[in-house]
């Protein structure tokens, strides 16, 4: 055999092996679990808890909860113990893994007692001064740094003026943040019985940082004795962390199409915490535009409904695609709605949210999102019992009975 026979020989058997070696490299999803605060930075203080605890006790017990029901999903920790971490060092370690998602935990605090309530964050500008000191109060953690000066160029969390950094932020990676905060924050509200104070928009510097969607979520106010006594409690924590859990594992299941385990929530609450006799102050409220509303999910402009039907009578469950949130109304001739069979939209958390199909399988819709994947790249699938949103995999469920 002559070495031009040979050499192609070498070459038919190489590239028979290399399907199979990209089947072995499948991407791993990764999520970064992000304690903040930690070491000499104790964060916020209130009935005996430091926010630094609470933080990595909610991070531990999410990560481990993830660890053990998705085995597909590695698990990156910004801090296992009670060590200080800077804060461009874990937007550092979220960029270096190639991440998928980031999610921060944090507790609040507020001169008045009566501040209270969970909230949910993903990174854009914030619509008012409330949201503007939460993001303060967080970013302030890196002046605790040696030259903290040199390793954020200048940036002075103090000063309003240095907020125009966070204006140049491309929101490439809103809509999935939103999707994940929009999950948290509402089984968030269903193991705790707090306040909802709504998924929000403000400059967290780790967030402006982070190459991926990304997520902090706001758990209580410790200078709120309710909201204290609830996180001071380890039963609640556990409820908490699962809540997180599955959220994580609806989302994930939409990106990937992976099926993860859904753990049992509870609804109910030891120590459950009661409503504050007084009101909170109006800087304390959130915003109007900030706080979580659900409309009609299809009744706006342009809207069609095309579904393919089953022979079986109408279950009410629908499966949408979304890829896009803006928050302002889209004209429905904007470039970014064309060529996405179907469209419609809803409003929640003071987002408007835009989703191609109204399908009645999941098969349809698992079709149509590779369809819109194609000019959106970060859709994900949807559903809706009549007009309340739910989770996919609770849609599926429904199905199946």
């Not at 200080?84 to 874990?90: G, K, S």
């Not at 999707?179 to 924050?185: D, L, M, N, T």
Request: hydrophobic share 35%; glycine share 6%.
């Amino acid at each position: 055999m002559n070495l031009k026979k040979w050499f192609l020989v070498y070459f038919l058997i190489f590239f028979a092996f290399v399907p199979v070696w990209g089947q072995t490299n499948a991407k791993t999803f990764k999520v970064v679990i992000d304690a903040g605060h930690g070491g000499h930075d104790p964060g916020c203080q209130g009935n005996s808890l430091r926010e630094k605890d609470v933080n990595l006790d909610a991070a531990l017990r999410v990560g481990k909860l993830i660890e053990e029901n998705c085995k597909d999903v590695k698990v990156v920790y910004t801090r296992k113990t009670d060590v200080f971490v800077e804060l461009y060092r874990r937007a550092q370690i979220a960029n270096n893994e190639h991440a998928d998602l980031f999610i921060s935990f944090h507790c609040n605090s507020a001169e008045n007692s009566t501040g209270n309530g969970v909230e949910t964050y993903v990174m854009g500008l914030a619509k008012s001064e409330a949201n503007q000191a939460v993001a303060r109060k967080e970013n302030a953690a890196m002046l605790m740094e040696k030259n903290y000066q040199t390793n954020y160029d200048g940036f002075n969390p103090n000063s309003p003026e240095s907020n125009v950094i966070f204006s140049l932020y491309s929101s490439a990676y809103l809509n999935n943040s939103v999707a994940i905060a929009s999950r948290v924050q509402k089984n968030l509200l269903t193991v705790s019985h707090m306040t909802d104070r709504g998924v929000k928009q403000a400059g967290y510097w780790v967030l402006y940082k982070v190459a991926m969607p990304s997520i902090l979520i706001e758990m209580g106010f410790l200078s709120n004795p309710s909201d204290a006594a609830f996180l001071g409690n380890k039963s609640n924590m556990e409820r908490l962390a699962v809540g997180i859990y599955n959220a994580f594992a609806d989302y994930v299941s939409s990106i990937n199409g992976n099926q993860y385990k859904h753990l049992p929530m509870g609804g109910g609450a030891t120590n459950k915490p009661e409503k504050p006799e007084q009101p909170a102050k109006p800087d304390n409220k959130p915003d109007k535009a900030d706080t979580v509303k659900h409309t009609t999910p299809l009744a706006q402009d342009n809207v069609t409904s095309k579904a393919d039907t089953p022979a079986t009578p109408d279950s009410g469950i629908r499966f949408k695609v979304q890829f896009l949130a803006s928050p302002d109304k889209i004209d429905k001739n904007d470039k970014r709605l064309q060529g996405v069979p179907d469209v419609g939209c809803y409003q929640e958390n003071g987002l408007w949210k835009y989703t191609a199909g109204n399908e009645r399988t999941y098969e349809a819709a698992s079709e149509l999102l590779a369809t819109v994947k194609k000019i959106h790249g970060d859709a994900f699938m949807i559903a809706f019992q009549g007009d309340k949103k739910i989770s996919v995999a609770e849609a599926r469920q429904l199905l199946k009975k």
